[in-house]
């Protein structure tokens, strides 16, 4: 049965993160206007080849790890990224859910596979942030923004681990306290990128599209 | 900001940045979220290992000012995200240390980027800003001063672009065994207009050779312009979207004029991207003729049965590398191996290839850019690795760049095999009726007087001999003064100059030869084993060398470019018998 929490864990849970949320939104309508509002490039000279092949193409790379030079040579790096990213997700799904329906996230076995989830993108979180701490090549690239975003979602992931199973005040007060941060804090900070990832995709897609680049031909070029 | 103390040049930087910033920029420059996914991706840190060298660090410099300026965040707490502004000429100078030295814009990242972050064209922005304040390497402000002025990035003059082209339409005829076969120029309603790289004119005209044998051999219907003949485009390297509007212009001016039916662009990565691809966004202009590369077209012909092939004459292992601007930005990486697995018996694939294929070294302009030679060639080791891999016996490849580039590296690192342009390959297999016939020399140039300037007493031997075989005139020198003493007492027709020579080198040599009133008319040859003349190429502190040749010596190409120097220079001398081909 789900927990009987205070006002005030009622309010973190309910009324600040429709807040949040809102305030996120604005943020982030704001921000695409503003990508917009700079003008785009475009080209001039009759297509090559297809600009919808290449912006597929470029947004299908996402679940084509072979397919980017980094990920096919350290294909465990893909297993962290959509490892984590997997957590992120369910863990905002998570902040949707519980508040108003407990019980769809009540049973044993979900409360499990959750805590699962959240466990490994937390444990991926923390060696980002120890590579990022490790390698000279990773150091030189963060600004300190990049160790706190990492730091907060291990935390939040972390937090959420305890909260899934909605048997401790303490818990769900830290998770869902950390949600309504994120959600103010995420739209001004490196993770928003996934905001950007979209139109980006679209540009690079479009570009590689139009000159015959993207879709690469279908023959080995590595080893 | 803190302090008041900015640069006026670092304040019209950042001016001119926040100003340049188009939708595809800012999305590149907000976006990196410094995973470090691209840092393997980049020959410069593969191939030191230097946390400096990775793209995400090298962005990160034009990041940070993104950031400082630009960025919501970065603009109220900079240094929770690394913002930082440029202050002071100090700051300048790194960033041009960054953007020229460090980074050819290949795009390897950006393929690699899992968001698609274009790291060359973050470089290519802050090129333009450095630029516009004259603050680019000397060799791409001077390429770009003669290409705007004289409208060729080697400041050819039209007169000389004419007479060699009528040498190579002698060479032509010798080498088909036709006296009627021709190179027009500017011939009206012609079905090609080809346009060439300046160093096919100037330094290597073999590959523009090459490409009139096959317009030959296809019977095709092409002409050259008399203006407007360079596909290169420094606009491109430096940033300067003027520049790049400009090299467009004249080239599609002419084509306009002509009323061509297309425009072909020879075997130039760059140049290629450019005229096709990136100066008509320049210059904001949708062009009425298409335009495609020469490899493009002789796929074409090859298709359409106009010429045909015999691959044993290229019976050695030959392997290709991709020219970035073509794999990953033009999209040509079909066409090259199509024609070299026709014209060649044995084609060894390089690894990676296409659009992860390496940079050669020489893109973005680098082979103008001497101060970082030594850097190039050291993360040239990747590349050198690669072709060493294949165990061929030459590298075939589609760009001019690309061939000085890899020519540097095989010299560097030893593997002692040819570059050539695709187009040769296909030239040496095209099948001709009747078969060729090769003058050794044309009759004019005999009995023309040759110095020889190098310290091997070998090399001296060996050119001195070739060339007397062939019916010059020769002096040795083995010094650096006594070449000088036998330039101003023997008056030579042409100098082969070594550059390196113990005791004065060849480079002071050459800037003698080049100061002194009577001697410089006479044409210099650089023929060398080392690097270093490509700062007499592209920084011009004197003019620049009429020819240069690489060593190990290779005999044919030594003869067809002194007597290329030699005819263009009897002609110039001749006047009455100079002047267009038909």
Not at chain 2, 238 to 252: E, F, N, P
Not at chain 2, 259 to 282: D, Q
Not at chain 2, 289 to 312: A, K
Not at chain 2, 421 to 434: F, I, M
Request: proline share 6%; charged share 20%; glycine share 8%.
């Amino acid at each position: 049965m789900p927990l009987e929490v205070s006002h005030l864990t009622r309010f973190v849970m309910d009324e600040l993160q429709i807040a949040a949320l809102l305030f996120m939104a604005l943020v982030y309508a704001t921000k695409i206007r503003w990508i917009l509002s700079f003008k785009a490039g475009r080209e001039r000279t009759p297509a090559r080849g297809d600009h919808g092949r290449g912006i597929r193409y470029a947004y299908g790379t996402l679940a084509l790890p072979w397919e980017l030079i980094g990920t096919r040579e350290h294909p465990f790096r893909y297993v962290e990224f959509a490892v984590f990213h997997i957590g992120v997700a369910v863990a905002i799904a998570l902040t949707l859910i519980m508040p108003y329906w407990p019980g769809a996230v009540g049973s044993p076995g979900v409360v499990l596979t959750l805590q699962v989830v959240f466990a490994l993108g937390a444990l991926i979180a923390v060696s980002r942030l120890l590579r990022r701490m490790v390698n000279p090549a990773m150091r030189a690239i963060s600004a300190p923004d990049d160790y706190f975003s990492l730091a907060m979602l291990a935390a939040w992931l972390g937090a959420g681990v305890l909260a899934a199973p909605q048997r401790s005040e303490p818990a769900l007060l830290a998770f869902f306290g950390l949600t309504a941060f994120f959600l103010v804090y995420v739209p001004f900070s490196k993770i928003s990128h996934y905001i950007y990832w979209p139109f980006i995709r679209y540009y690079m897609g479009k570009h590689f599209g139009h000159r015959g680049v993207y879709p690469p031909k279908a023959v080995p070029r590595h080893a | 900001m803190l302090s008041t103390e900015i640069s006026p040049k670092a304040q019209a930087v950042v001016e001119a940045f926040k100003k340049k910033l188009t939708r595809q920029a800012v999305l590149s420059l907000a976006t990196c979220v410094n995973c470090g996914m691209c840092n393997e991706s980049c020959h410069y840190y593969v191939a030191t290992g230097d946390p400096k060298m990775t793209p995400a660090y090298k962005a990160g410099k034009v990041r940070k000012l993104f950031k400082y300026h630009v960025d919501w965040l970065g603009r109220v707490a900079p240094g929770w995200v690394g913002a930082k502004t440029l202050q002071t000429d100090d700051d300048l100078a790194d960033l041009k240390d960054v953007v020229y030295g460090s980074c050819s814009m290949c795009r390897r990242c950006t393929v690699a980027c899992p968001f698609g972050g274009d790291t060359a064209l973050i470089m290519r922005l802050a090129r333009g800003l450095l630029t516009a304040e004259g603050l680019a390497p000397e060799g791409v402000l001077t390429v770009s001063k003669d290409q705007w002025e004289i409208g060729n990035q080697m400041g050819v003059s039209q007169e000389d672009y004419l007479e060699t082209i009528d040498w190579l339409q002698d060479e032509l005829r010798s080498e088909v065994g036709d006296p009627q076969a021709a190179i027009p120029i500017d011939k009206p309603g012609a079905n090609v207009l080809f346009l060439v790289n300046p160093r096919e004119v100037k330094y290597a005209p073999l590959s523009l050779l090459a490409a009139a044998k096959i317009f030959y051999a296809a019977g095709e219907d092409w002409t050259m312009p008399s203006v407007g003949w360079d596909n290169t485009n420094f606009g491109l390297f430096s940033g300067d979207d003027k520049l790049g509007a400009h090299m467009g212009k004249l080239a599609y001016n002419q084509a306009r004029k002509l009323a061509v039916k297309k425009v072909v662009i020879s075997e130039c990565g760059h140049g290629f991207r450019a005229t096709k691809w990136e100066a008509p966004n320049w210059a904001a202009e949708d062009l009425p003729f298409p335009m495609e590369s020469l490899l493009e077209t002789m796929v074409e012909y090859v298709n359409s049965g106009r010429i045909h092939l015999d691959p044993t004459a290229n019976p050695r292992p030959v392997t290709y590398h991709d020219p970035c601007n073509l794999s990953r930005s033009a999209g040509i990486t079909e066409e090259p191996r199509f024609l070299l697995k026709r014209a060649c018996l044995d084609f060894r694939e390089m690894t990676p290839n296409r659009q992860e294929s390496y940079c050669c070294t020489g893109g973005g302009g680098a082979m103008s850019m001497a101060e970082y030679a030594p850097r190039r060639l050291k993360v040239g080791s990747i590349k050198a690795n690669q072709i060493k891999t294949t165990g061929a016996a030459s590298v075939a490849t589609a760009c001019h760049n690309c061939v000085d580039g890899l020519s540097d590296l095989i010299k560097h690192y030893q593997i002692n095999i040819p570059v050539r342009n695709v187009c040769e390959y296909v030239a040496d297999a095209v099948v001709l009726h009747p078969a060729k016939v090769v003058e050794p020399l044309i009759p004019a140039l005999k009995g023309r007087r040759i110095l020889v300037i190098e310290d091997d007493a070998d090399t001296v031997t060996y050119l001195t001999t070739l060339l007397g075989d062939h019916g010059f005139e020769t002096l040795g020198a083995r010094t650096a003064a006594q070449g000088l003493t036998l330039a101003r007492d023997r008056q030579p027709d042409l100098i082969t100059l070594d550059i390196n020579m113990p005791g004065r080198s060849g480079a002071e040599v050459f800037a003698a030869l080049r100061s002194d009133p009577v001697l410089s008319r006479i044409p210099v040859c650089v023929v060398t084993g080392a690097i270093d003349f490509r700062e007499l190429m592209y920084l011009r502190n004197v003019p620049a060398p009429d020819g240069y040749l690489q060593k190990p010596i290779d005999a044919n190409l030594l003869l067809l470019t002194v007597q290329k120097i030699l005819h263009v220079r009897h002609r110039e001398e001749v006047p009455e018998t100079a002047g267009a081909p038909a």
